[in-house]
């Protein structure tokens, strides 16, 4: 039982991190391309 719920958390943390690193390149992108809300203060 432990295990697999080890198993679940970190599964749970990859998918964490992988929508963090879409939503940071996203923003990145978006920023980059000068389409963002606050390009002209960067």
């Known amino acids: ?3 697999s719920a080890l198993a ?3 599964f ?3 998918v964490v991190t992988v929508l963090v ?3 940071a390149r ?3 992108w978006r ?3 000068g389409s963002g ?3 002209k203060a960067i």
Do not use: D
């Open 21 to 23: 690193n879409a939503g």
């Open 37 to 39: 809300a606050g390009s």
């Open 31 to 33: 920023v980059a391309r």
């Open 1 to 3: 039982m432990h295990l």
């Open 12 to 14: 749970l943390l990859f």
């Open 8 to 10: 679940y958390v970190a």
């Open 26 to 28: 996203l923003l990145i």
